[in-house]
């Protein structure tokens, strides 16, 4: 009999939340299974991504992001919105960029291929929440991604500002919570750290 799968969530405004995913995919490639992680708002630049996929052949990775981050006009004090101007594209509430949203729904197609067809084990999808949080795709979409999955399969979802419709529909829900980091000391992300 197949082991059932379920729905986690690693949310909060604290680190670790891929790092946790990412240590979930570590010991379940240990326990033979078949792992697809899948990273929205990211490209293929982070540290994991020159070790991740030469792990192990039952791993692929796959990035559907641009080298830009988005931000929804008003989700941040004036202040820290002042230290992403050049990095990101901020957009006003309902009117995110087209092209990510088609691109973001490209990957949540291939998401929902990979957690339905039943060639991997364990689904993650890190900063999917916040794809969510930011409006790129609906709590619609994210439900039906959750119930085309197959049974035996364990979906992982992670990222900042998960809503309250799927925390209910999940089974596990991790907030990581902040209660001190370095970064408002003005130290930005650290290459194998945080990057």
């Known amino acids: 009999m197949t082991a059932r799968g379920y729905v986690q969530v690693y949310t909060g405004n604290g680190k670790g939340k891929t790092t946790a995913a990412m240590g979930l995919a570590l010991r379940a490639l240990g326990?033979?299974?078949?792992?697809?992680?899948?990273?929205?708002?990211?490209?293929?630049t982070y540290s994991e991504h020159k070790i991740l996929s030469r792990i192990s052949p039952n791993l692929t990775l796959?990035?559907?992001?641009?080298?830009?981050?988005?931000?929804?006009?008003?989700?941040?004090?004036?202040?820290?919105?002042?230290?992403?101007?050049?990095?990101?594209?901020?957009?006003?509430?309902?009117?995110?960029p087209r092209e990510?949203?088609?691109?973001?729904?490209?990957?949540?197609?291939?998401?929902r291929e990979a957690t339905s067809s039943g060639e991997y084990q364990v689904v993650i999808l890190d900063e999917l929440v916040v794809a969510l949080h930011f409006g790129l795709v609906s709590w619609q979409d994210v439900e039906?991604?959750?119930?085309?999955?197959?049974p035996e399969v364990e979906l992982v979802l992670t990222g900042r500002g998960a809503t309250a419709e799927l925390i209910a529909r999940a089974?596990?829900?991790?907030?990581?919570?902040?209660?001190?980091?370095?970064?408002?000391?003005?130290?930005?992300?650290?290459?194998?750290?945080?990057?």
């Open 62 to 96: 796959k990035t559907v992001g641009k080298p830009f981050f988005v931000v929804k006009e008003g989700s941040m004090p004036e202040e820290e919105l002042a230290k992403w101007r050049k990095q990101a594209v901020i957009f006003p509430p309902g009117e995110p």
């Open 31 to 44: 326990a033979g299974k078949k792992v697809l992680f899948m990273q929205f708002m990211k490209t293929a």
């Open 144 to 150: 039906d991604l959750i119930e085309a999955k197959a």
């Open 100 to 111: 990510y949203v088609d691109l973001i729904r490209q990957g949540l197609a291939l998401a």
């Open 171 to 195: 089974d596990l829900v991790t907030e990581m919570q902040e209660v001190k980091h370095y970064y408002t000391q003005g130290v930005m992300a650290r290459k194998g750290i945080e990057n």
